[in-house]
């Protein structure tokens, strides 16, 4: 299993680029990386999705490094409802799925 | 996107007692995932719940403790039995829908287990 590593906590205040990183050093060759989004009493929320290089959707950009034993999601100018715990997710598809959930980053928005 | 839905979403329990929650998915998936997520924690898979035969369960889990049933490929249920207080969580359902040549989990909103 891909075992994640991330930050415990981050602050940032509104209308930053905020960078959350997160460590897979055993990913494998069949594992994609995925970042979700959880508020409290929620269920997580997905994000992106990428394998390698750079992914770029309508609130989030995943860079994967040509290794592939990180990754980092970088969410452009947030505000005060960004404020959640975010996870980075390695995972293989297909019907041997392998899940592991890292432990999540509380990113703090400030006003 | 797959629309997922659970019930209860909320419910406290007496130890000792068994909880049954149900989730519901909107559109037919073969995969589908118990997770459970204690205080403050990530999340930890249960067992994966494929229709048509047994649940694989993660170590640290076992059948008798959590049974899962997955009648159909829209819907599954995840029995918390003789509850303590430790099994005191949420629990969530997810499954995977493919986005393009990838697969994506989505998730329930969940149910927050409170035992007594």
């Known amino acids: 299993l891909a075992k994640t590593t991330q930050p415990i906590s981050m602050d940032s205040y509104e209308g930053q680029e905020v960078n959350i990183t997160c460590s897979h050093n055993?990913?494998?060759?069949?594992?994609?990386i995925t970042w979700y989004q959880q508020f409290p009493s929620q269920g997580p929320r997905f994000i992106i999705q990428?394998?390698?290089t750079k992914v770029t959707n309508e609130v989030a950009s995943l860079f994967i490094p040509a290794d592939r034993k990180s990754s980092t999601l970088s969410l452009p100018r947030v505000s005060l409802s960004d404020t959640a715990v975010y996870y980075c997710?390695?995972?293989?598809?297909?019907?041997?799925?392998?899940?592991?959930f890292g432990s999540g980053t509380q990113l703090t928005v400030l006003p | 996107s797959a629309v997922i839905s659970q019930k209860p979403s909320r419910d406290i329990c007496q130890r000792g007692t068994s909880l049954t929650i149900q989730c519901q998915v909107d559109?037919?998936?073969?995969?589908m995932f118990w997770y459970r997520q204690q205080p403050g924690q990530s999340l930890t898979l249960i067992a994966t719940a494929n229709q048509g035969s047994e649940a694989t369960y993660e170590s640290g889990f076992v059948i008798d403790k959590f049974p899962i049933s997955r009648p159909n490929l829209t819907f599954s249920t995840l029995t918390v039995s003789n509850m303590s207080p430790e099994d005191s969580s949420i629990y969530l359902c997810s499954v995977d829908s493919a986005a393009g040549h990838q697969e994506t989990q989505y998730f329930g909103p969940g149910t927050r287990l409170l035992v007594l």
């Open positions: 997710l390695v995972a293989n598809s297909g019907s041997a799925r392998q899940l592991t």
């Open positions: 055993n990913i494998a060759t069949n594992d994609y």
């Open positions: 990428g394998y390698k």
């Open positions: 559109s037919q998936v073969t995969m």
